[in-house]
């Protein structure tokens, strides 16, 4: 639709809600640099207090990239270039983006659901699934994904995430010692 809008664009650029870009006299200098380039996407650096990751969020137009997934999509394929470093977003939260993003949640859980049952092997709907549990607050149901999302392949971040997360969860669930060498020991042992 985008493109469909603005034919003649040559990147788009995707923020999320309550995302303050920082630098946009920069970004635009950075694009008309890039602008004969064949770098498809651009990883852009989203922070706050207590979030710091990239995001491939700039993006060619014209190039036939996709996003892939049920939800929490990932650019297929995604490039590893990024933006200067004075060019980011931060992430801010206000109690109505916060309600928002519980209301998505609780979509998100029933998408993911839904795609784990289709496959119990994929590993990145398992991982989300997880994660959105978690920011449910249904640890229970969080450990559970986590537990099952250990035992299959995937994206050396998501695989470390995924036993630190466990990690943490036994702590949060269990006060029991045994548990917490437990998974101590698988994360020294997978990293």
Same mark, same amino acid.
């Given at each position: ?55 491939? $969020? ?36 206000? $109690? ?5 993003? $519980? ?89």
């Amino acid at each position: 639709l985008a493109l469909e809008k603005f034919p003649q664009a040559i990147f788009m650029l995707m923020p999320d809600a309550e995302w303050y870009m920082h630098n946009v006299e920069g970004l635009i200098t950075f694009c008309k640099q890039e602008k004969y380039n064949t770098t498809t996407s651009y990883l852009v650096h989203i922070m706050n207090t207590a979030q710091d990751f990239y995001t491939p $969020r700039l993006i060619r137009c014209h190039c036939g990239i996709r996003f892939a997934g049920v939800v929490h999509e990932v650019l297929m394929p995604a490039s590893m270039a990024k933006v200067p470093p004075d060019v980011y977003f931060e992430l801010t939260q206000t $109690r109505y983006g916060y309600e928002k993003s $519980r209301k998505r949640w609780e979509r998100d859980k029933k998408l993911l659901q839904k795609e784990l049952e289709k496959n119990r092997y994929d590993s990145r709907s398992a991982f989300y699934l997880a994660q959105t549990c978690e920011s449910l607050g249904e640890l229970e149901e969080a450990f559970a994904y986590y537990a099952h999302r250990s035992a299959l392949p995937g994206w050396d971040d998501e695989n470390f995430i995924t036993v630190y997360r466990l990690a943490q969860l036994t702590k949060k669930l269990s006060e029991n010692p045994q548990l917490q060498k437990n998974y101590s020991w698988q994360l020294a042992k997978q990293y």
